[in-house]
């Protein structure tokens, strides 16, 4: 919703941050304030550069984490700053592998793989 609301601010200034704002419940849980927090930061480092450095990507992730912070979104997630470091990790890690390119393998006349 973040990058629609700036899509939209930069078309007509006095547009309402509210119309972008999701209406339902925050986070009640460690798992949900996860899946919060993947979602946006999948979204996030896709958009990235492919040849974006580590340090690049961690800091894609602090920065949505923290805005998530800074919003109030895991107020009532419970989850702690250990955890929050331990989470900015394992995504870091996923987006590595995710960037990983692979070779392209060889096929059959009928563009199955042999």
């Not at 629609?4 to 849980?29: L, T, V």
């Not at 460690?30 to 996030?44: F, Q, R, S």
Request: net charge positive; aromatic share 10%; charged share 30%.
């Amino acid at each position: 919703m973040g990058y629609f609301f700036h899509k939209a601010r930069e078309k007509n200034i006095k547009i309402n941050e509210k119309d972008f704002r999701y209406k339902g419940p925050i986070p009640q849980s460690k798992e949900t304030a996860i899946l919060m927090l993947a979602d946006g930061c999948e979204a996030a480092l896709r958009a990235m550069n492919i040849n974006a450095s580590d340090k690049e990507a961690l800091e894609t992730i602090s920065k949505i984490i923290y805005a998530r912070q800074k919003d109030g979104q895991l107020e009532e997630s419970n989850l702690s700053k250990g955890e929050i470091f331990l989470i900015k990790r394992a995504f870091l890690n996923v987006w590595k592998r995710i960037r990983h390119r692979r070779i392209q393998y060889p096929t059959n006349k009928n563009n199955t793989f042999s």
